[in-house]
Every structure is written in C-alpha cells, then in structure tokens.
C-alpha cells in the first residue's frame, strides 16, 4: 500500500523547491509523475514556482468543488481534454506531487488518502501547517490528521532560529485581518519568524 505524505513548513521553507527536485528525481529514472495544486493558487498560474527560480506547469488544477481523484483517474489514464497523452496507452503513474495542500478542502484531503490507499500511488503533499493568525489551514489540518507521513522543512527566522509563524504584512505593518488566503502581490507579503520575532513583532499578540 503506498502512502500519504504531508511535508510542511513556514513560508520560503523550500518547499516548492523540493517538490519541483522530487519530480525530477522520479522523471530521471523514467517514472512518470502528476504534479497538480488547488486553482485558487494564482501566483503563477497554472505553474509551480520556486524561490531559485525553477517553475513547471502543473497537469491539472483542482478547482474548489472538484473531486481529486476523479481527476487523477482521468489524467492516470490519459483521458483529459487537454492531455498530450489522450487516446494512447499512457504509462503508469509513479508519484503525485501536490503543492499549497493547505488551499485544498479537508474532502480533497480524503481524496488524495484514497488515491494512496486504494490507486496504490504515492502521494507528496506539501503546504504550511497555520496562517498569518496561526490558525490551521484545513487543508492542513486534514494532513495531520490522516497522513502517513509528516515531515517538517526547516527554515530560518531573521534572528538566525528556527522559524515556524508566518507574517502577514502590508508594507512594514502586521496585520491580523483579511481573508485567510491572500496571495503574494495582493499588497500583502509574508515573513517567516521563530515564537520570540513573532511575539515582538506582534506585541504579544498570538493570532485573533
């Protein structure tokens, strides 16, 4: 039986990074893999982007309401409108990667368990844990819940620790209102801070 896998960590933890290397780990021993995200992930688009500069489209978006699996069966089997590999004996699938988890329902979490458990494919997923109040994503929540496998990707505060919170900020100010998904660019932007920069930062402030 394969597994469910959830790595997580603060933002600019590496973890669009890892996935994109996962990929090519796979793909260099003549695997095929299925890289997907939630739609309601607009930075980038339809591609998969990393700090260093990699990027690669995804096959598929999942849309808000949309049952993953279906969709994954249809792109297993080569049966998507906009597959180049429709109509032909597609090769099965190794791996699917999955990127900004947290934006995805907690049912397209179950998706993504029953395709590990019942399709016997392994799937990668990567998002952070809590948002810019430090409250769970429920994606993520999900995760944790029923994940095989949970895997912490470190990164670091400003003060040289480990970071864990991230930071909503609107120019230098930080703020604990809006909606809780707001992509980078939408006159927002985020700093990853260990416990200590984050209670500073927010003057002992934890989350609303």
Known sequence: MAKLYFRYGAMNSGKSTGLLQTAFNYEERGQRVLLTKPGV????????????????????LIPPTANVRELFTRMAAGDDPDALLQHVDA?????????????LTPGQIDDLFRIAVLDNVP????????????????????????????????????????????TRRSGERITFDGDQIAIDGDEVWYESLCGSCYLEASGGRLGS
């Open 41 to 60: 992930d607009t930075k980038g688009d339809s591609r998969i982007m990393s700090r260093l500069g990699m990027s690669r489209d995804v096959d598929f």
């Open 91 to 103: 090769p099965p699938v190794a791996c699917v990667l999955v990127d900004e988890a947290q934006f």
């Open 123 to 166: 799937v990668l997923a990567y998002g952070i844990r809590s948002d810019f109040r430090t409250h769970a994503f429920p994606g993520s929540a999900r995760l944790l819940e029923i994940a095989h496998s949970l895997e912490e990707l470190k990164t670091i505060c400003r003060c040289g620790r480990k970071a864990v919170f991230n």
